[in-house]
Every structure is written in structure tokens, then in C-alpha cells.
């Protein structure tokens, strides 16, 4: 990551009367019309009433699923309007598009301190080809952009990164929390650091382990990814999801931990099962004694142990991906137990802990310790590329001025 320099709401100046187009993540979950979840909502009321409050026109600029570049009704922002005006406890009103002059006469005769939603970006086909035709258009409709969406960070769009280029850009409130937090936790992390990288497969997280092993202490290898690790140092893993077609590329990644002086956990206890079901009967067996008709579905809870000890000497935790198959119980035992092992230290101002990606969000929710953490980036694709290494275009936009 690129390290920090973009402009924030304390740089802004007077905004009274000026129109500013915050992209924003809306793309909440939706049934029957209602929103189920609205932790994406709530993220965006600091950026949202502050510059309300401030006497700006406030444009919200957002996708909504993927309706591939074409007006279709099923994926009309209108339907968030009234959760999100709910939520931010003022009126919120609506325009029928995020773009050109007709638009833009609109925006200019919204009241001061006015809350906007523009209608989905992805409307447009060049909204993911990020067209400078559709950027000149959706500027129209702004004097200032704003981006609060750290999510979306990870695509080159025209709501995400022309628009940057088109008027003066800053960062919103979510969007610099998240971006210090991160920097915190791997850009300029306090060591020694420890990295939790679980879930189901390596062939997923390939670039992350390898981006882990040069930037952390420990790495903690869980999931089914761990006993891909595991088949290829020679270990029956019996039933287990395992990609035995990767041995060579998960020996590759040990030794260069090995060269990086990371010191990589993989578990030496497990619970297997013979039927991946709610409740079956378990066994907790050392790892070199998995029967051929077992699957291991967790890590073991001396592992859990030696791995709270590991977390009792680290500064900072980065984690996703979680420890076993955590939605079928007891299957959760391992990542419950870990995570609050972290939210204690956390808690204790012992560790400073970030994780992000979707199953570990619902993972650290279960474990009831979400809000226990020092940062829950709920961005899934964005945050697995910032654990990747990888520049985030929409980030590196804001940096760039
Ligand atoms: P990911 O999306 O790659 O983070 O993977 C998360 C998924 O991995 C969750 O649905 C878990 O149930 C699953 N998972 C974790 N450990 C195991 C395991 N030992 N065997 C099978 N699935 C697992």
C-alpha cells in the first residue's frame, strides 16, 4: 500500500451551497424489498451528515448489484431511499440518474444541506470501463468529489476513479478510517505481527499467503487451507477438503516463509468427523492420526492454545478467513475461541486487530467480538486485495493529487 496522502473533510474548506458527489456503498442486501443488513448504511452517516450540516448539497453515488450496463427497475437505488433515510434520521430524496445536463439542473436547485441519492452508476455502461465521455457527464452533477467507499476501492470505475480526476477529491470519514487502520495493521505495522488466514481453499488466497509471509512474524494457517499444507508435508488428512494438486505451490510458500523469517502455525490437533453435518459424532486426534474416512473440520484446541500464547506476544493481528467450518457447529470451536483470545488483547491495549473479508465478518460476529476488534473492514474483494499487496486504482486516485 501506497501509504497515506489524500486530502480529508479537514482539508474541504467552505462547502455551503456546493454540490458534492460522495460515492458511497450502497449495494446492501435486499429481501422482498427491505434491506437485512445495514451495516454498509450506517458507515456512511459521518462523511453524509457532516457535510450536510456544512450547507452542502450531498450527491449519493453508488452501484447496486450488477445490472450490466442498462436501466433495469430490479436494481433501482430508489428502493434504499427510505432505509437510508431512516438511518441517517433526515429526509433523503432521489434523482432518476447519476449523469448528464438534465441532472445537473437538478443538483443545482436541491436545497443547502440536502441529501441526494443518484440513481445506480451501473446504469451506464461505462461505469466499470470507467469512460471519460460518462466521467465528463457525472461531473456535471458535482463541484466536489468525495470518496467513502473503501469496498469499491479495488475497481477502476468511473464513480471510483474518474470522477477523482475530474473534480478535487477527498477521502470520506469511513474511507480514512479504514485506510489508517490498515496502514496501522500492514503498512506500518508495530511487530511482531501475526497474520490468521483461514478458510476453505489455498488456490483463493494464494497471493495473500505469499504476500504474508514478506510482511508478518506469524502466519496462522487454518481452514481447509490448512490441510492442503498439512497433505503436503506427508499427513493423511483422510476425507478432508484438500487441493493435493498444490503440494509443490504450498511447500514453495513454507519455504519462503522460511527465507522471510516468518514462522508459519499449522495446527498439530484437529477435530475430524466422518460426515460434515450439524453435531456429529467427533474425534480430537494429533494430525498424523486422521483415519482415510475422516474429514478434519476445525483445529484442535491445543492449537487454539499454542496459538493464543503466539497472539500473547504480537502487536498486531491481521485476519480472514476463518479456522474450521465455522457455520456448522461444534465446528466453530476454534475460530470462537481464537477471536476472543484477540478481542481480550485488543480490549486489554495489547494487540492492535484488523480483519476484514465477508466470512470473517459473520465469523467475528458469531464469536460475538466484532466490536471487540481495533478495525472490521467489511469490504470483502477490497480488503483481500489490500492483504494481497496489490494498489487499490480507487485509493491510488485520491493519493494521486
Ligand atoms: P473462504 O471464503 O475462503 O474464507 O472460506 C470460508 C469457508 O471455509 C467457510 O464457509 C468455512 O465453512 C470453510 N471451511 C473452513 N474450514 C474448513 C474445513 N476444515 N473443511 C471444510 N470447509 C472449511
Redesign the pocket.
Known amino acids: 500500500m501506497s501509504g497515506n496522502n489524500f486530502k480529508t473533510l479537514d482539508d474541504i474548506g467552505e462547502i455551503t451551497s456546493r454540490r458534492v458527489l460522495v460515492r458511497v456503498d450502497l449495494n446492501v442486501p435486499m429481501a422482498d424489498g427491505v434491506v437485512t443488513d445495514d451495516t454498509r448504511l450506517r458507515a456512511l452517516i459521518p462523511t453524509v451528515t457532516e457535510l450536510a450540516d456544512k450547507g452542502a448539497k450531498v450527491l449519493l453515488l453508488a452501484h447496486f448489484g450488477r445490472p450490466k450496463g442498462e436501466p433495469r427497475p430490479a436494481f433501482s437505488l430508489e428502493q434504499v431511499v427510505p432505509a437510508l433515510a431512516r438511518i441517517l434520521g433526515r429526509e433523503v430524496t432521489f434523482l432518476p440518474d447519476s449523469a448528464g445536463q438534465i441532472m445537473a439542473e437538478k443538483t443545482l436547485k436541491l436545497p443547502n444541506g440536502s441529501i441526494c441519492v443518484l440513481e445506480n452508476t451501473r446504469f451506464h455502461p461505462g461505469e466499470e470501463s470507467n469512460d471519460s465521455a460518462l466521467v465528463e457527464q457525472m461531473a456535471k452533477l458535482g463541484d466536489i468529489y468525495v470518496n467513502d467507499a473503501f469496498s469499491a476501492a479495488h475497481r477502476a470505475h468511473a464513480s471510483t476513479v474518474g470522477l477523482a480526476h475530474a473534480l478535487p477529491c477527498y477521502a470520506g470519514r469511513s474511507m480514512e478510517r479504514e485506510l489508517t487502520a490498515l496502514d496501522k495493521a500492514l503498512g506500518n505495522p508495530e511487530h511482531p505481527v501475526a497474520a490468521v488466514v ?4 489455498v488456490s ?2 494464494l497471493d495473500v499467503l505469499q504476500q504474508m509471509v514478506e510482511k508478518v512474524d506469524h502466519l496462522i494457517i ?6 492442503t499444507f498439512l497433505a503436503a508435508r506427508g499427513v493423511n488428512v483422510g476425507k ?2 484438500c487441493e493435493h494438486e498444490l503440494a509443490d505451490t504450498a511447500n514453495d510458500i513454507l519455504a519462503a516463509a522460511d527465507r522471510a523469517d516468518c514462522t508459519v502455525h499449522l495446527p498439530y490437533d ?1 477435530v475430524v468427523a466422518k460426515e ?1 453435518r450439524a453435531n456429529p459424532p467427533t474425534r480430537t486426534v494429533n494430525v498424523h492420526e486422521v483415519a482415510d474416512d475422516e ?5 484442535g484446541p491445543a492449537a487454539v492454545e499454542a496459538l493464543s500464547d503466539v497472539l500473547k506476544t504480537c502487536k498486531t493481528l491481521v485476519w ?9 457447529p461444534p ?1 466453530d470451536s476454534a475460530t470462537v475461541a481464537l477471536a476472543r483470545t484477540a478481542a481480550a488483547l485488543t480490549k486489554e491495549g495489547q494487540l492492535l486487530s484488523v480483519a476484514g ?4 465478518v459473520a ?1 467475528l460476529n458469531h464469536a460475538g467480538v466484532a466490536d471487540d476488534f481495533s478495525f472490521v473492514s467489511t469490504a470483502g474483494g477490497a480488503f483481500l486485495e489490500w492483504m494481497e499487496g496489490k494498489p487499490l486504482p480507487g485509493v491510488e486516485a485520491l493519493n494521486q493529487k
Do not use: H, Q, R
Open positions: 483461514g478458510g476453505a481453499k483463493s488466497k487454518g481452514g481447509g487451507m490448512a490441510n478432508s477438503l484437529v460434515f474429514m478434519i473440520l476445525d483445529i480472514n478467513g476463518p479456522l474450521g467450518a465455522f457455520e456448522t465446528f473479508g465477508g466470512d470473517t465469523a
